[in-house]
């Protein structure tokens, strides 16, 4: 993957949505206007678990839209996006996930040796490039 890249450790986010909105109040966004969203996976809703008491099952997707600038201002200054500065769960990541010098790049290599997969979304709904998400899942 080229450039920098948002990595996304799935196994560390909690859905907690402070991401989104750390984007919205940074950038002074409208009410309704989003950069990014938080998906849950799980029955549909936000927040409602798959599965049959007491078997439940929920996880969350974080999803980067093409309206993300990637804060370039930010940037600019040495100074993280919004979104990656505000996870209070260090779930995300920026840089260049080749580089094994980067935070980006070490992560990815750490998640990889403990057996994490990685993906990207393709082109889904609208989504925008260069966001690796790491999970030990299947
Ligand atoms: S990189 Fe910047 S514009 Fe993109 S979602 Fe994060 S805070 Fe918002
Ligand atoms: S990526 Fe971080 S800030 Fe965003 S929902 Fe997950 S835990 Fe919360």
């Known amino acids: 993957m080229a450039g ?12 907690c949505w402070s991401c989104a909105m750390a984007c919205k109040m940074g950038n002074h966004l409208d009410v309704d206007e989003y950069r990014m969203s938080v998906r849950t996976l799980g029955s549909g809703g ?16 974080p999803v980067w839209s093409k309206k993300c600038t990637r804060c370039p201002d930010r940037q600019a200054e040495g100074d993280l996006p919004y979104c990656v500065l505000s996870c209070p769960a260090h779930a995300l990541y920026l840089g260049d996930v080749d580089d094994p010098a980067s935070e980006a790049g070490k992560k990815r290599e750490e998640l990889t040796a403990r057996g994490f997969r990685a993906y990207e979304l393709d082109e889904w709904e609208d989504t925008h490039a260069n966001v690796l998400y790491l999970t030990p899942g299947k």
């Open 4 to 15: 920098q890249t948002i990595l996304v450790d799935l196994n560390r986010c909690v859905g």
């Open 46 to 61: 936000i927040d409602e678990p798959s599965g049959t008491f007491p078997d439940l099952h929920m996880s969350w997707l």
